[in-house]
């Protein structure tokens, strides 16, 4: 059926359309209803349930929770209950693991006022308190495509299609998106969501921003030996297994009932297509400072996500015709500090209360330019420009003399100044690749199964499903391409960048053939950001499929 013979869709209007149950969406329909309990507020989520696609460290900042709800301390529903306790910094090389002193680390890296948790479950807790003041929230529906009306503004968005077959026919379960339409239309999509990058492109928000950059993150949650448990504990490493050329590093928190997040992060600007993060990961947890944290253990999550790291500089323009960037849709994630749902959610009020005063005024689908104004002056600017030359030094000086640039520069603008300006990110992360000729394979330990695992095994934990008999939604622009770069050139980099192992060169009589399987996939965008072409798209399968995330 084509497009011209599609029925109309059904339509609802609201005041304003959130796209994202994460955390600066709740944040901003939650801070919407405090300032206006009259305004009709819907929220979209992709996610099976809120919190499904929720992935984080998390070590929270509760600056922006103190003021979103003053009491949470007091709901014994709330689940963060674990303060850090002790906080510790760690350079690792393949044999020990050296500590830095905590009176060297710049004040703004202490994390003794913060909690550990799973912001999954956080974003749970929210959601009722929101629906509470009357937001409806729809999740497993996907925003698939943003609505304009005839000036160009944005006036809503369509949830995708159910009920699509691969070869695009209906099946009998076929049914229409909805129109979500909306004075002002929020995207609350996490980092590098589909339909902000169209926004982005559409309205030029980068025009004058520095690239994008991104990290992936990867995450497991152990239950480990009660003796071995410290609760209260975090601690970050950076060195080992990484070289000094690529960007990264690990954390450790000890947190309720035994458990422990670990997780490690690649920059993506790595120029290796050899190197596999997931496996840098598994080989991480080999340490020996690592591993006897885990022996006797078992591993009970596991997922991965990109992460915006782009910082002060390349957060682009917020406001457009018709709506906004918040969160890290609009990458507000403060890099050393590995910290984002602050400021995630210090967006979504900002926007919040900007949305509601131009409502007040009478005023519909025109551009919040007082919100962008005011952003850079805001606690998420002062947070995020303090820290904006951290990542730029270490990306251009290597790990060991970029990450003592870095803590310098920190230093000096904890004093109000400093001396390296502001640094420029260069060239985006899909850019970074060498040829395969110019590295040598990697050849990473076979994973035990006790400590090390394979990545199917992970993608098991994650809980991840798609409806089988629907259009593959990572779209390759040209497989020609394909083949003459991304495998001829690059080596098949997509085969290790991806930590859930959706795609494949098969080796056939005919050649080797790109085998993508989406039903792997975890949702992390990787693949959106780190093809050396930028000919891999990532858009939203069919509602509520993906990874189902369980205390993440």
């Known amino acids: 059926m084509s497009a011209e013979e599609l029925f109309p869709r059904e339509s609802m209007e609201f005041d304003v359309v959130i796209v994202g149950a994460g955390p600066s969406g709740l944040a901003a329909a939650i801070r919407l209803k405090q300032l206006n309990a009259d305004l009709s507020i819907v929220v979209v989520e992709k996610g099976s349930e809120v919190g499904a696609h929720i992935l984080s460290g998390a070590v929270i900042d509760p600056v922006s929770l103190d003021k ?55 974003c749970r807790w929210l959601a009722p308190k929101a629906e509470a003041l009357g937001v409806e929230i729809y999740p497993g529906f996907a925003a698939a495509e943003v609505l304009y009306d005839d000036n160009g503004a944005v006036r809503g968005i369509a949830t995708g299609d159910m009920g699509i077959a691969r070869d695009g026919s209906h099946k009998d379960s076929y049914t229409r998106g909805m129109e979500l339409l909306g004075k002002y239309t929020l995207f609350a999509e996490g980092a590098r969501g589909s339909l902000s990058k169209q926004l982005i492109a559409k309205y030029s928000l980068d025009a004058k921003s520095e690239p994008s950059k991104f990290g992936i993150g990867l995450k497991e949650v152990w239950e480990i030996d009660p003796a071995k448990h410290q609760k209260g504990l975090i601690q970050h490493s950076f060195g080992w297994p990484l070289n000094n050329k690529t960007g990264g590093g690990s954390f450790l928190y000890h947190y309720d009932d035994n458990k422990v997040a670990v997780g490690f992060v690649v920059h993506l600007n790595y120029d290796d297509p050899y190197l596999s993060p997931f496996d840098e990961f598994q080989r991480f947890k080999t340490h020996p400072a690592i591993r006897t944290v885990f022996e006797g253990g078992k591993r009970i999550s596991y997922g991965a996500r990109a992460i915006t790291e782009g910082g002060y500089q390349s957060v682009p323009r917020l406001s457009f015709p018709g709506g906004a960037l918040i969160g890290c849709a609009a990458g507000f994630v403060n890099v050393p500090r590995i910290k984002g749902v602050h400021n995630a959610m210090g967006s979504g009020m900002l926007a919040a209360e900007h949305v509601a005063a131009a409502l007040g005024a009478g005023r519909a689908n025109d551009e919040l330019v007082e919100y962008e104004n005011a952003w850079r002056d805001s606690a998420v600017g002062r947070d995020l420009r303090r820290v904006r030359n951290v990542k730029p030094l270490w990306s251009k000086f290597g790990t060991i003399i970029g990450v003592a640039l870095g ?146």
């Not at 007091?74 to 760690?90: G, I, M, N, W």
């Open 407 to 552: 803590g310098f520069d920190m230093w000096c603008n904890t004093l109000g100044f400093s001396l390296f300006g502001t640094q420029s990110h260069a060239k985006s992360d899909r850019k970074t690749l060498d040829p395969a000729k110019a590295h040598a394979p990697i050849v990473y330990p076979k994973p035990d199964g006790k400590l090390t695992f394979d990545k199917l095994s992970s993608v098991f934990l994650s809980n991840t499903n798609h409806e089988e008999d629907q259009p593959v939604h990572l779209k390759v622009a040209d497989m020609n391409l394909q083949k003459a770069s991304e495998h001829d050139v690059y080596a098949g980099p997509s085969n290790r960048y991806c930590p859930a192992g959706v795609y494949e060169w098969v080796e056939e009589a005919s050649g080797p053939r790109f085998q993508i399987n989406a039903q792997n996939c975890v949702h992390c965008k990787t693949c959106d950001v780190k093809d050396p072409n930028g000919n891999i798209t990532w858009v939203p399968p069919e509602g509520g499929g993906g990874p189902n995330y369980q205390g993440m």
């Open 68 to 122: 979103l709800i003053p009491d949470w301390r007091e709901d014994a529903d709330c689940p963060l209950k674990t303060q850090v306790k002790d906080d510790r910094f760690y350079w690792t090389t393949a044999t020990s693991a050296i500590r830095l002193p905590n009176f060297a680390m710049p004040p703004l890296m202490n994390n003794h006022h913060c909690y550990i948790g799973s912001l999954g479950n956080v």
